[in-house]
């Protein structure tokens, strides 16, 4: 018998001070099964690192060619390819010959680095490629009082967010391993 997702609601309260966006978002994910609570949180602060109404999430963990979110233009050209995690180099240097930008962040800790110096030779030569990890004691916490139905306050200021909730505040600062060019 094959297990069945989760459904998580949120609702963000996102107030974006470096790019002046201020706007709330309902967020409704399945986690897979095979998906970490960790790995979801990181969905949700890379959708809130870079909110915008036409930021969506797809179903990136069913069909591989899709990222896990997507900004797509009014005339369906993918804007901002968004991947969570450690893809293959092949599906990296795949995204960014269909998007205007491609956003990597990986979010677990020692391996992310290590998975991060063993592509970095081969994507090099991308320029539309920038990765940003987030820290993974930030990600365990807030993974740690993660519910079905979560409310959460989001400040981002000098690239960092602030996630305020039932949980408290919990400052996640993403380290950027590599910027646009």
């Given at each position: 018998m094959?297990l069945k ?6 609702q963000l ?5 470096d ?6 978002h309902?967020l ?6 095979s ?7 990181s969905?949700?602060l ?5 909110a ?8 990136a963990?069913c069909d591989?060619?899709e ?9 369906g050209?993918?804007?901002r390819w968004?991947d969570?995690?450690?893809?293959d ?6 995204a ?5 930008r ?7 800790g020692a ?5 991060w110096q063993g592509?970095q030779?081969?994507?090099?030569r ?5 990765v940003?990890?987030?820290?993974e004691p ?7 009082s ?5 409310a ?6 000098d690239?960092?967010?602030a ?17 646009i060019?």
């Amino acid at each position: 018998m094959a297990l069945k997702s989760t459904v998580f609601k949120f609702q963000l309260q996102i107030a974006d001070l470096d790019r002046h966006y201020y706007a709330d978002h309902a967020l409704t994910l399945a986690r897979h099964p095979s998906e970490t609570d960790v790995r979801l949180v990181s969905r949700v602060l890379a959708f809130a690192r870079q909110a915008d109404e036409r930021l969506s999430m797809t179903s990136a963990l069913c069909d591989p060619d899709e990222p896990d979110l997507c900004l797509a233009s009014l005339d369906g050209r993918i804007e901002r390819w968004i991947d969570v995690g450690q893809p293959d180099a092949r599906r990296i240097i795949k995204a960014a010959g269909r998007a205007d930008r491609v956003t990597i962040h990986p979010y677990a800790g020692a391996s992310s680095l290590l998975w991060w110096q063993g592509a970095q030779r081969e994507l090099a030569r991308l320029r539309k490629l920038e990765v940003i990890a987030f820290p993974e004691p930030e990600l365990k916490a807030l993974s740690a009082s993660l519910v079905r139905t979560t409310a959460w306050q989001i400040t981002v200021q000098d690239g960092i967010l602030a996630v305020s909730g039932d949980h408290g505040c919990v400052s996640v600062e993403p380290d950027t391993w590599r910027g646009i060019a």
